[in-house]
């Protein structure tokens, strides 16, 4: 395999699984682990989750949110009393059925004791509404206990067959929100709430453009009267799920039988909302903005904003340009920046350079002593490339604009490459065309009968999925009638499509 | 049951489990779960964990760690390369042996798949030494790879007999420090830089006056080379171990086969330590400070620092008083602190003195029409029950000097209690005495001999265990050689002893 000049990783034209896979290690963002379909992410990789949990931690909570923590198993009589949401979850999952080991008394090691046995077995949660709402029926009597606005940050555990690391393992971290309301359009108008919220992240925070939008019957949360999504396109082409806001309705209350009294004294069911987004996210903000020198991590969510590199050969000059950059980074602190100067004394310059581009710093300052002779030091953009030179006065508002810069450019790039992978079809011919290859192909939009029928017969020939219903037509014309691309029957409006992760 | 007027939870004196107990679900903290020995951490009790977090993560950043995430499940086979720590950890713990339910073709329901049984079975983490020394043996290779110091806040799963909200709980919430060294001093250093830590958070921040020691080998984490801990008194008695720094020596490296080149080309293994603090700090928090009335929290880590109560039965005066209310809100939000104004209008200002009361909330405001119109309010203090008059201007200035003196005194009550259950006993009658009742019975500084079989006697003849070994003894003679207690014969030094949760 082709790799990239002394990086270590393939190029994205090259393979852009493999690039993806090298990316994600060598940034230092995980590594595999030794369990199955789990990773193990690393403190640079947890940083960047870390400022993502801040920034949306800081959004739930201005939206009236509160934290809270459930268990982490579920019995699993639980999972048996939402029909629809046995199906979609309760299947695939890590059974704890022993709660003690011993001694194998037939050779070496541990087994589990066949003397503790759990007399139900218990679930590790890939999701926590039933063990919520069972905790909700006890809490709500009356409306006077209405609105519960819940967040939880939690561990899951789904066994995925096939897993790649941020985008699909079987354990991931992520936030999911319960909500308890007394109507219908109070819990509808919750998740709209929080879909602006995840709209909001993704777009002003990790710089990825969203399509905003409604699930498909077929590809709505299982227990859910509807689900909203934000959908993200990668730079090979592929769509990605990148948060999900469900309107549960009253299944959840009538499974675990949670009435509450209204303020004209009936009993009625409670409505509920969940909603959650998870550390996929960095692996959606890893394929949409990185390119064949590795990471490009918008500098809002950063795990670092700006790096020094002080250079020098000898002693003396390498303490005078190491004097400056602690001033310098000094400065940037005290401005609330995230900032790290990389002294080591056996790397040079170059290898400084590739090791930081590799990891995603939007803005790096090399302090050379002839720039410093001239009072000044270059500046370069991890996004773009380029560099500037600029004075020692200057150092503070020219980063400050260096990272407003890259934060509206790595997002206006991201979006004039949705733009232009982003297609009207209204022929089967010319889909199935576009999807006539293996990987992705950008968003196709396109009419469509509103079946489940026609849904799965095009999934079937193209591997193309129903992605959303914008809530926002991506063209006014959007939202006009048409004929559906694949049946021919009347269609209310376009819809997107596109193979996803 | 004897229950204290109109706050539904008995009193300390008639039933300190019970009180505890009721306390902990009263006050909004947390509840009981569906699952066995797991609980549910309410809004309330998660806002003043995160306040515990952040004081936490921002001392460990400072000094130098980061943050990381391992995976939950640990093979099997993981648990049996550490001898000692088999034997200490992987008996009561969560087994997953399948993943995948499905239909019971014998009935309704779901059953573990019997096709769907794993090829090793994992642990559910009780503590992740071995899933992470599996990763740094892959990442340490040279001296120039460490050190490594790593945190992370994570659930584990202990299979508790016997479980109490918050102190002893199957799972719980906690960090975990783990980290790598060159050489023995500087795992020694680190051990000692966290506990330094803990200390500081016990004292400076849940006002909780620590012990901290050092464990005997009967009570050190199996595994560990030596273990200090930090250890705090209940109101009941009792010592609390509120906190662990291990030295793990080479032992995980061993286990692992974690070696790295020395700066002189040496292979060693590498030097480890590990240390931890849960949830069960909030069970250490409440048993320390609270009363009849219900929870008393330091204003430092207080989930909210003041509640305001604004007066009047018409609503002209409310208008008026929540005006007020909302106001000082703003001027003492402005400065950084929590603020919650209560602006039910069905229930009595009694009732919602008494609802605070029970949640701990450190100040309280009372806006009522008579004081304002002489331009005041009245404040009272949550841990002693003061009230005084104050002149609207004067407000912001005296919340700030209660929150402090509140934080100060909450603190010098608890260190006053534990002077006062203190006791150094020179022979076994008296000790036996002491220990004579069923419940705690404070701290016995006394001899020992140092070995084991004296430890055990002295635990199965009254349930009291050596809690710590203190680094700073609690009086310069307790480092004065002597007799032994119980087997009078030689000590080094006076020990610790108390019965423990």
Redesign the interface.
Known sequence: MRVSSNLGIPSRADNFSEWYNELVQKADLA?Y???RG??????H???L??NMQRALDDMFKATGH???????????????KEAEH?DGF?????????????ANPNG???I?DPDAVLEE????RPTSET?IW??YS??IQSYRDLPIL?NQW??V?R?EMRTRMFLRTT?F?WQEGHTAHATYDEAEEETKTILECYRSFAEDWMAVPVLVGLKSEGEKFKGADHTYCIEALTQDGKAIQAGTSHHLGQNFAKAFDCKFQSAEGKLEYVYATSWGVSTRLIGTLIMAHSDDKGFVCPPRIAPIQVVIVPMGKDAETRERTIGVSRSIAESLRAKGLRVKIDERDKESPGAKYNHWELRGVPVRIEVGPRDLDAGSVVLARRDTGEKATVLLDDVLASVEASLQAAQKDIYQKALAFREANTRRVDTWAEFQEIFSGEGGAGFVVAHWDGTQETEDAISDATKATIRCIPLVPLHPSDEEPGVCVFSGKPSARRVVFARAY
Chains 1, 2 share one sequence.
């Open positions: 590594d682990s030794a369990v789990c990773m193990v992410i690393k403190p990789g947890y940083a989750w870390e509160q934290n809270a923590y459930f268990p982490l198993f579920i019995p699993k009589s639980f999972f048996e046995v309760a299947k695939e999952c890590a059974v704890v059925t022993h709660h003690r080991l011993k070496p090691g541990l589990p077995p218990l679930i590790v063990i069972n905790s006890k809490w819940i939690a561990n555990v066994w354990e971290l």
